[in-house]
């Protein structure tokens, strides 16, 4: 399958048409953003990371039951997945305080949460991603029912109960992570974008160190290298 007109460039991927009107084409991009893209970089290597991590992900959520819209890693920076309307709430998973959760709360960096958090952010830059509730969603039209808000928790808890023990037995504490979901062309709500170092926290369980783009964020150095350290272990190497 090849990619034919750019449709939309995002901070971390480009989004390409196909032949095929339901299938869409990602290409990972190197660039690194933070704090709604006023801090900007690039690390060679970083998209096909990301693009390998995502897709073994995607595959062990699929073998799970979890709806996704991978379809197949074309390349090293090439992703084919189903073309969706996507829903403009990022849902926010959270095991561990950190981030924004402890600035915004006082909550001391670091505390296990008694259970797990899910948050809802509206997904729009010029607002910078505002926390949101569910009147708050259904008022923007974010989604048209409380049954899809309730959907979207629910999925995002099951894709936890799979992710934390997966990777706990690599040796990593899965922190927290950002979602996204979207309609694909029979209405059905999948999983979407990517899961990578980009939107995951993960801290060694051993040393505590991050190996995720909080390395970037905090100016810590060694991004490539830690995202590398995260699939070698997704690979078992
Ligand atoms: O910054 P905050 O603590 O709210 O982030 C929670 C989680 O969501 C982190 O894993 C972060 O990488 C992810 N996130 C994201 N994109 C955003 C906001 C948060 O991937 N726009």
């Known amino acids: 399958m090849e990619k034919k007109e750019l449709l939309y460039e995002g901070k971390a991927k480009k989004l ?69 309307d996507v829903i403009l709430i990022e849902v926010i998973v959270r095991n561990i305080a950190t981030g924004s959760l402890t ?16 948050e809802f952010d509206y997904k729009n830059d010029e607002l910078g991603d505002p926390k949101i509730n569910d009147q708050h969603a259904l008022i923007l039209g974010l989604v048209d029912f409380q049954d899809e808000l309730d959907k979207l928790r629910r999925m995002a808890r099951q894709v936890n109960d799979i992710l934390k023990p ?23 709500i999948i999983l979407v ?15 505590g160190e991050k190996m995720d783009k909080d ?15 995260v699939l070698n272990r997704i690979l078992g190497k």
């Open 16 to 84: 390409y048409a196909t032949e095929d009107e339901n299938l869409v084409i990602s290409e990972f991009k190197d660039d690194l953003t933070a704090f709604n893209g006023e801090k900007k970089s690039s690390e060679v290597g970083k998209g096909a990371l990301n693009n390998q991590i995502s897709t073994k992900l995607f595959q062990l959520l699929e073998e799970k039951g979890i709806p996704t819209h991978f379809v197949a890693m074309l390349d090293e920076n090439h992703m084919l997945h189903k073309k969706v």
């Open 103 to 118: 600035r915004n709360l006082g909550i001391k960096d670091g505390t296990p949460l008694p259970f797990t958090l899910v």
């Open 166 to 188: 997966y990777f706990a037995e690599k040796g990593l504490n899965l922190v927290d992570f950002k979602l996204e979901f979207g309609k694909d062309k029979d209405g059905n």
């Open 193 to 207: 974008d990517e899961i990578s170092p980009d939107n995951c926290r993960f801290w060694d369980i051993k040393s």
């Open 215 to 229: 390395r970037f964020r905090q100016g810590l150095g060694g991004v490539r290298v830690a995202y590398e350290q």
